[in-house]
């Protein structure tokens, strides 16, 4: 018999066939709409696998009542919508999709940067608003990327290619990590620095940890108060890393400068999110991995894992 498998949202049908050779698929058909709580309840009480997204809650009550899954496949690196303890407690292989978003990712990280710096989306609004009446001399004016220092806390892969970039601009680099990374300080010239050195010596802050319990509202109103008044916060990470009733307080106050955020505490933001309202905020729909040749590659790791944890093989990348 083959192994049940579902999928929380519809992928690309050469993709579904490949997966169908080996496993009963059920799919849920929609791109844009996630699949209702109660109906991925359902759908998992009988199936050995489940390829999901970032988006589905894969928590305890979610697993007690599967009682015959062995494997989440989850597409996208983050897995802080699965409870990994419990998976873990009963037996669950979770695997996620690092490696082939990470220059994807990087790409946008950089260029969230250089379009909060230069108000690239205030600026554009400004024309199309008919507010575009002459050149003067301060207008519209943002901060150097070039020669500015960057300060990126969790050096990841993701961090290390964020990094090959910002040496294009000549940018000095902090980085924070809970391990210090000798290797990297001597291969690609950066400096290890203190929470607290990182954040008062940085024009750019750049957060790419993961997200646990341990980096909840790791960047804070203290934290915000050791940021130069010129600093600009990026976030491709995960929102609750960022405390944003703090963020939203320290741009309106001009604590620090500008902030462009390609990802939230809530998603999707709601519009009326007082955040959406400053005009030194940028913001973006958590579309850091979005290019078509990686998602394609992303789903199709995400199938990979999920096939070889089904037949017994040891999927390529396995977080427990
Ligand atoms: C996206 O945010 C991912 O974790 O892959
Ligand atoms: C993710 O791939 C990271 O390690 O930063």
């Not at 897995?79 to 490696?99: F, Q, S």
């Not at 604590?255 to 390609?262: R, V």
């Amino acid at each position: 018999m083959k192994p049940k498998v579902y999928i929380t949202r519809r992928l690309n049908g050469r993709l579904v066939k490949k997966i169908e050779e080996i496993c009963d698929v059920k799919m849920w058909e929609e791109e844009d709409v996630e699949v209702p709580r109660d109906i991925l309840m359902k759908e998992v009480q009988e199936v050995d696998g489940l390829l999901c997204m970032l988006t589905e809650k894969i928590d305890e009550e979610l697993l007690s009542g599967a009682r015959n899954l062995k494997v989440v496949s989850n597409m996208a690196v983050g897995y802080n919508n699965i409870d990994i303890t419990a998976a873990k407690n009963r037996g669950v292989t979770v695997t996620n999709t690092p490696g082939v978003l990470t220059e994807t990712t990087a790409d946008l990280t950089f260029t969230l940067l250089m379009a909060t710096a230069r108000r690239i989306v205030e600026s554009s609004d400004y024309l199309r608003e008919g507010k575009w009446e002459t050149w003067s001399p301060m207008q519209l004016t943002g901060q150097d990327v070039h020669r500015a220092t960057l300060g990126i806390i969790g050096m990841g892969r993701i961090g290390e290619a964020v990094i090959k970039r910002a040496k294009g601009f000549d940018m000095n680099i902090l980085y924070h990590n809970r391990n210090r990374k000798h290797g990297i300080e001597e291969e690609l010239g950066v400096v290890y620095a203190g929470l607290e050195e990182l954040l008062r010596d940085s024009d750019f802050v750049c957060v790419l940890t993961p997200y646990t319990s341990e980096t909840h509202h790791l960047i804070s109103e203290r934290e915000f108060s050791l940021m130069k008044e010129t600093a600009v916060l990026i976030n491709t990470a995960r929102g609750g890393i960022v405390d944003e009733e703090a963020l939203y307080h320290a741009l309106k106050h001009r604590k620090i400068w500008a902030a462009g955020l390609d990802v939230f505490e809530q998603e999707p933001v709601p519009v009326d999110h007082p955040l959406l309202a400053l005009p030194n905020v940028v913001t973006l729909p958590h579309i850091g991995s979005a290019s078509i040749q990686t998602r394609l590659k992303m789903a199709d790791l995400a199938a990979e894992n999920l096939l070889r944890a089904l037949t017994k093989q040891t999927p390529k990348h396995v977080v427990v």
